[in-house]
């Protein structure tokens, strides 16, 4: 967590407990090299050199205050950090195990709005990194809805919970969760939690669904994971973290939509009574799904989500999933991919991403991307296949079948939810990419 503190030369006792660091325009002077990140200086602390024309300078300053460990510290800069920037340089610190007291020279309100956001932002990415035997699907549902809930009750707004799992008759209906879940332990759940402002009525319409992905592990079932890929995999919950973060930032921020999630959980695992490829999976809508890759289970829960948010008449769906390898091959993972039937994507969702330093890509999804799907038995296989197939665009494809077609839909491949190991920006581990963003969104 992060404490923040209003740094002022004419209040320097306030800050005596710190160590100084002083980011600096500029190179090393001798006897230290040109090419040194950082420097000792004369107040006992450090100087770190920073090129401001590089990019994310601020949070490549961060990684490097970081691997001196200094937890506690008072930050001055040759060139102001924005709110904005800041709220980066303080991400690029977060490793999930330090907690950190930072002074820097910023109004105190806007610390306390700083302060507030990424220590939001940081519950969630903490909570993607759980442990699976701890965030099974039923916990990590409640968890989060705690979390939502405890805000909706600090701002004066409803939360509420729907929790629908396994053995519940209203579960039946929920196709890619029973076939996917099936061979665990852990029961599979749909939990449905309504966020509505004290400014809507509680009958109003939904105005936006958020459906996300929730497998809380991925075994690949009998489609399996190397070793390699699977231990990682408690991570492939991300999505329902992430959106639930966004959906508590805004609430905090002062949202004034009703708000519909989603949460699609379950795991994945291998049993025999697990999903094989060969099994055919009928969804209420009627499409037929021919399982080839038993490791595509993602797509199969989420579109449980989005035929039930199309039912509750959403005004507008925004389904988010870490669900192909594909995207992290075509824009890696530093960035999040997009995807919608329209060629340009929504102008408040693009100035939201835009304004907030969120970084995405759109990807293209066309009516021919419906062909790598085919299959000779049901209407469609879960996997694309055929010579180059376009796994994000494909995987899209098949969702766009379980939204209602009158329905504005937005779908993200959140190939940076997790970062194994690390990158010049941020530390190894969960990133909190869209939390921001997506709060931002909610709120205009």
Not at 96 to 122: C, E, F, I, P, R
Not at 357 to 375: D, I, K, T, V
Request: with cysteine; net charge negative; hydrophobic share 40%.
């Amino acid at each position: 967590m992060f404490k923040l503190l209003n740094y002022s030369d004419k209040n320097a006792s306030a800050n005596e407990e710190l160590v100084l660091v002083s980011l600096k325009e500029g190179t090393a002077k001798a006897p230290f090299s040109k090419d040194s990140a950082f420097a000792p200086n004369a107040n006992g602390g450090y100087d770190v050199f920073v090129n401001t024309n590089d990019f994310k300078w601020y949070q490549v300053a961060a990684k490097t205050i970081a691997s001196l460990k200094l937890y506690n510290f008072a930050l001055k800069s040759d060139v102001a950090l924005s709110e904005l920037e800041f709220y980066w340089f303080l991400t690029a610190l977060y490793d999930g195990k330090h907690d950190y007291t930072v002074s820097y020279d910023l109004a105190q309100d806007v610390l306390d709005k700083v302060a507030m956001t990424v220590n939001t932002v940081s519950i969630f990415r903490k909570i993607a990194d759980s442990d699976s035997k701890i965030s099974t699907p039923e916990k990590v549902i409640k968890v989060l809805f705690d979390l939502v809930k405890e805000t909706a009750d600090t701002q004066g707004d409803s939360a509420s919970l729907n929790l629908i799992k396994r053995g519940d008759v209203e579960f039946e209906k929920y196709s890619g969760l029973n076939a996917v879940g099936f061979a665990s332990d852990e029961d599979p759940c749909m939990g449905i939690i309504d966020y509505v402002p004290k400014c809507c009525d509680k009958d109003a319409p939904v105005q936006v669904a958020l459906v996300g992905k929730g497998i809380t592990f991925d075994t690949g079932g009998y489609s399996l994971k190397p070793d390699k890929y699977m231990e990682t995999m408690r991570t492939d919950k991300t999505a329902v973290v992430y959106l639930c973060g966004a959906v508590t930032l805004a609430a905090k921020l002062g949202i004034k939509k009703h708000v519909r999630l989603y949460l699609c959980c379950s795991e994945n695992m291998v049993s025999g009574r697990g999903m094989l490829p060969g099994d055919i999976v009928t969804y209420p809508n009627g499409i037929t799904v021919e399982i080839n890759n038993t490791d595509a289970e993602g797509r199969l829960v989420q579109a449980d989500g989005l035929l039930q948010a199309s039912e509750d008449k959403a005004q507008y769906i925004l389904d988010m999933a870490t669900l192909t390898g594909a995207a992290k091959i075509a824009v890696g993972r530093d960035m999040f991919s997009v995807l919608t039937k329209e060629q340009e994507l929504d102008k408040s969702l693009v100035s939201a991403f835009d304004k907030t330093g969120e970084m995405y890509w759109q990807l293209p999804l066309a009516p021919y991307h419906r062909r790598f799907l085919s299959s000779r038995r049901a209407t469609v296989t879960n996997s694309g296949h055929g010579e180059g197939a376009p796994g994000s665009s494909v995987a899209a494809s098949f969702l766009e079948q379980f939204v209602d077609k009158s329905t504005p839909w937005v779908h993200i491949d959140l190939s940076s939810a997790y970062l194994p190991d690390g990158s010049p920006f941020l530390a190894a581990g969960p990133t909190g990419s869209t939390i921001l963003g997506l709060a931002t969104w909610l709120c205009e």
